[in-house]
């Protein structure tokens, strides 16, 4: 049974730092995406991020992109999300969740992954 279990959140003035991690069990990941996405109150799941298992690569939100990286460490079965220069605006329960979108142009939307962790709060203060 796959598992997702987030930690890292908290609450961070404008313009601080936090790092998300997503420890993923319970089967091989080498063919899946892993995925972060974020839900604000009265709004929408939004994509963030998204990094492949085997090669690493990423891809990111306009909103994010410059300030967050994602990154894997394929040894631990965990993937990161530093979050820099963070805004009042990134205040959101971060969620990550892993599947195998058909393409890449599917990694944006929250459908396309099958498992899905519990979600870490993050709060930025202006």
């Known amino acids: 049974q796959v598992q997702l279990v987030e930690s890292g959140g908290g609450l961070v003035q404008t313009g601080g730092s936090l790092r998300l991690s997503c420890a993923a069990s319970g089967r091989t990941f080498s063919t899946y995406v892993m995925g972060w996405f974020r839900q604000a109150p009265g709004k929408e799941r939004e994509f963030v991020a998204a990094i492949t298992w085997d090669n690493g690569r990423s891809y990111y939100a306009d909103s994010v992109k410059g300030r967050f990286t994602i990154s894997r460490d394929n040894a631990k079965n965990t993937v990161y999300l530093q979050m820099n220069s963070l805004k009042p605006e990134d205040t959101a329960v971060h969620y990550c969740?892993?599947?195998?979108?058909?393409?890449?142009?599917?990694?944006?939307?929250?459908?396309?992954?099958?498992?899905w962790g519990q979600g870490t709060q993050v709060t930025v203060s202006s």
């Open positions: 969740a892993t599947g195998r979108p058909s393409s890449d142009l599917r990694y944006r939307f929250d459908y396309a992954y099958d498992y």
